[in-house]
């Protein structure tokens, strides 16, 4: 016997309909005012668990077959941020590009990794996989091949390779610096199978969500865009990452321990807005 997809209590149900209201494809019919919500007949099939049923229950009510309310973390309201801190904490965010000669423990990327993992996506398909690059050997050698891919570029596409100054930044490699990496003892990539057509915005904004964690655990990041841009067009750099089958690098960022933190917010440009 298969498992009911939902599992409503009649003595917690409240009967507030409010996880029929919340439920995205409105698989939950609330005609009977009385009685607890019922799943529609094919609540199954079209079911995209995203938990927002199990979430919005006041009495812990409904436990569905993808996740119990006891599964689920309650949300604490003196753990919620104000404005003004959400605000604060935004700002404060900087890309860090210099960092301490020393490893992160695996357990704290994990974790950060585990953040990221909670960050919306297209009908909730959570196709984004992670790859990290930890032993910074293996980072140096991924930035040896995003430097072969400049130095072709600046052959085949001198003017385009210039204008993001790939002359320069080959010239620093060579003269020890390491721009591609900032020389980050590690690099995480979020990539997907390639059929996957939610992935690159759920790549992206995984990867905001992991930037945005990092200083709260003691981090340091910075978007690899080089990086990201060569891992998906440069063959050799492509067999170097040695991806499942049929799985695409989506984005890349440099992750260690930062020299240093700021002092101000820089100031950005005014927003360009429209109301219409
Ligand atoms: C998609 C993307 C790619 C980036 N790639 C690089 C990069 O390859 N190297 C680097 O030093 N910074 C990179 N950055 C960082 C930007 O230069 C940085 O976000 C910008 O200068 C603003 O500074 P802030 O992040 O401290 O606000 C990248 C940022 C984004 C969003």
């Not at 079911?47 to 309650?74: N, Q, T, W, Y």
């Not at 052959?155 to 610096?177: N, R």
Request: hydrophobic share 40%; charged share 20%; glycine share 4%.
């Amino acid at each position: 016997m298969t498992t009911p997809l939902l599992t409503i209590d009649p003595e917690k149900c409240s009967k507030d309909g409010l996880c029929a209201m919340a439920c995205p494809m409105a698989l939950l019919s609330f005609a009977d005012t009385t009685k607890p919500p019922v799943p529609v007949p094919n609540a199954r099939e079209l079911c995209i668990r995203c938990g927002h049923c199990v979430a919005v229950c006041p009495k812990g009510a409904i436990d569905h077959e993808a996740m119990k309310a006891s599964d689920c973390l309650p949300i604490q309201k003196k753990l919620l941020l104000s404005a003004e801190h959400a605000e604060h904490f935004l700002r404060s965010r900087r890309s860090m590009r210099n960092y301490k000669d020393a490893p992160v423990e695996r357990e704290k990327l994990e974790r950060l990794i585990t953040i990221a993992s909670h960050a919306q996506t297209g009908h909730n398909e959570q196709p984004v996989k992670w790859l990290v690059i930890y032993e910074k050997e293996k980072v140096h050698q991924l930035a040896e091949q995003v430097i072969a891919w400049m130095k072709h570029l600046l052959k085949t596409q001198k003017e385009f390779a210039k204008s993001l100054h790939m002359d320069m930044i080959v010239a620093a490699w060579l003269m020890g610096f390491d721009v591609v990496f900032r020389n980050a003892p590690h690099v995480v990539l979020a990539y997907s199978h390639k059929a996957s057509g939610t992935a690159p915005t759920a790549s992206i904004i995984a990867m905001t969500y992991l930037e945005l964690a990092a200083p709260t655990l003691g981090l340091g990041t910075c978007w690899a865009g080089y990086f990201t841009y060569a891992s998906q067009t440069f063959q050799p750099l492509m067999e170097a990452l040695n991806l499942p089958k049929n799985h695409v690098a989506q984005q890349g960022v440099m992750v260690g321990i930062p020299k240093f933190g700021y002092q101000r917010m820089p100031v950005r440009k005014s927003p360009d807005i429209t109301f219409a």
